[in-house]
């Protein structure tokens, strides 16, 4: 029962963080879960196993907030599959002591790409609320997201939604929406490939349970803080996070201890706060900019009036 709490607590968090930033549901669950000592692939399929009822509340939450592009979801999600199946696969063939410092390093340069993202280079913002992308774009990016997201034990979100915002064409709610509901498509192969690759007998319905609790009760609320919550700012946060949790499991591996690994960590945690506090900079610049702007629009909206 003190399992099911603990992991109901992680899901809760690691679902509020994805769904207002459209990612790190798996990169942060996954993170806790090597930090606890699970064997890599196994934490890779509890996720993605939790992941398939986390998805489909996430998906009806944004649905119902009106944050989903249906085409987008398909054109996306369906390549996601393909490729989470194949990294599933590849994942459970490796051994525990080569998957661990493998799946850390891919979770660690995804933190830093959060990290980097959302302090330095904030997304551009669209309000189109149908995505122009085709097919040629979608499908590669979802075959790359979805095999790096089942291998790597998170990776959707970090991979598909940045590079949706980057283009600046489809409105931040309509991108975290929709590349949150084709996760499920994603989930589920990856669910599939790793019963196959590992069975079920390596998998604790605690750690599934609570994850997928925790996940579930957070999905309507996260839905609605995506369109509340300053993006910058969460996301600079988290990926602080996850940058030191897979730190540590690498260091772990190269057996680096002592003064090294408190030098690591303190130029982790400074450049950490230099990121958030960049982070926070900007928006309020951001904010100061636009109220400036709609100050100098208010004489010529008032003259056309006239």
Do not use: C
């Not at 996601?80 to 696969?89: C, D, E, K, R």
């Not at 690591?264 to 636009?290: F, G, H, N, S």
């Amino acid at each position: 029962m003190r399992t099911l709490i603990v992991f109901a607590l992680v899901g809760f968090g690691a679902q509020l963080v994805d769904g207002a930033l459209g990612m790190a549901y798996g990169v942060t669950s996954t993170s806790l879960l090597l930090l606890a000592g699970t064997n890599p692939a196994t934490a890779s399929a509890s996720v993605h196993l939790a992941e398939v009822g986390t998805t489909i509340a996430a998906g009806v939450s944004h649905w119902r907030f009106g944050n989903v592009d249906w085409r987008l979801v398909l054109r996306l999600g369906v390549p996601g599959a393909i490729g989470a199946f194949l990294g599933a696969t590849a994942l459970s063939a490796l051994s525990t002591e080569d998957a661990a410092p493998y799946m850390s390093g891919i979770l660690l340069a995804l933190g830093v790409y959060i990290l980097v993202r959302f302090s330095v280079r904030p997304p551009r913002v669209s309000t189109a609320r149908v995505s122009p992308h085709r097919s040629k774009f979608l499908s590669p990016l979802g075959l790359v997201a979805g095999f790096v997201d089942a291998s790597g034990g998170g990776g959707w979100g970090p991979v598909a939604t940045p590079a949706l915002l980057t283009a600046g064409r489809t409105a931040p709610r309509t991108v975290v929406g929709s590349v949150d509901t084709s996760e499920f498509l994603v989930a589920a192969a990856a669910s599939i490939g790793f019963l196959l690759g590992l069975g079920a007998e390596v998998l604790d319905p605690w750690t599934i349970g609570g994850l997928l609790l925790g996940g579930v009760l957070a999905a309507p609320l996260a839905a609605w803080l995506v369109t509340k919550v300053p993006a910058p700012v969460l996301g600079t946060a988290v990926g602080g996070i996850i940058v030191l949790t897979n730190t540590r499991t690498i260091l772990r591996a190269l057996e680096v201890g002592g003064a090294a690994t408190t030098a690591v960590y303190l130029v982790i945690v400074v450049l950490w706060v230099a990121a958030v506090t960049t982070a926070v900079a900007k928006l309020r610049q951001t904010t100061a900019d636009e109220r400036a702007a709609a100050v100098l629009a208010e004489p010529a909206a008032t003259a056309a009036r006239d």
